[in-house]
């Protein structure tokens, strides 16, 4: 399963240190996280599947 991890970019990172960055930047966008619980995970490896997890909106976060 592919994973995007979220890493606040600092200046000393983006300036002094720019050899460190390894992928794409692009803004943060509350829409696209998706947060996962125990249970989901649970559930993913009983059945086999990759777990489901649910969107910041679905799980009562306001975006914007």
Known sequence: MKAQVFVPLYDDLMYEHPELIQ???????????????????????????????????ECGYKCG
Not at 29 to 52: L, N, Q, R
């Open 23 to 57: 992928g794409p930047i692009r803004a943060f966008d509350p829409e696209s996280v998706v947060v996962f619980t125990a249970e989901d995970y649970d559930e993913a490896i009983s059945s086999g599947t990759s777990p489901k997890g649910a969107s910041l909106a």
